[in-house]
């Protein structure tokens, strides 16, 4: 039913810019909590940002002041704003959703929380 798309992941020098993209559907755009997760082999999926059906938003003190989340309810489409990306932001990059319920759910919630996931798309930062 629920169907995630990302997709923008690309191997960057560091310093780069890059724009990471899951497509959804409207009632998952719209209503959904949404977040990014990110996830290097070895270690534990983290979130990087989310953002609720208010558009309130939450981003990783790693990535504050460099990653925006933001999403755009005409076109359906939860954005990641990458900026100054560096080798320690490397990793597969996860779009994931989750029924609307409370807002510290949302904004507090980690992996377990998120009900819906999608495949992830690469994200390689290297000289």
């Known amino acids: 039913q629920v169907r995630l798309a990302e997709s923008g992941g690309a191997s960057v020098q560091p310093g780069a810019s890059l724009r990471l993209s899951c497509a959804a559907s409207?009632?998952?755009?719209?209503?959904?909590?949404m977040a990014w997760f990110r996830q290097v082999p070895g270690a534990e999926r983290e979130k990087v940002a989310n953002i609720n059906q208010w558009s309130w938003t939450y981003h990783s003190k790693s990535v504050q002041g460099r990653f925006i989340i933001s999403k755009d309810k005409v076109n359906n489409i939860l954005y990641l704003e990458m900026k100054n990306l560096n080798p320690e932001d490397t990793a597969m990059y996860f779009c994931?959703?989750?029924?609307?319920?409370?807002?510290?759910?949302?904004?507090?919630?980690?992996?377990?929380?998120?009900?819906?996931w999608g495949q992830g798309t690469q994200v390689t930062v290297s000289s």
């Open positions: 994931a959703a989750d029924p609307p319920t409370t807002w510290s759910r949302c904004m507090e919630g980690g992996r377990s929380e998120f009900a819906y």
């Open positions: 409207q009632e998952i755009i719209s209503d959904y909590c």
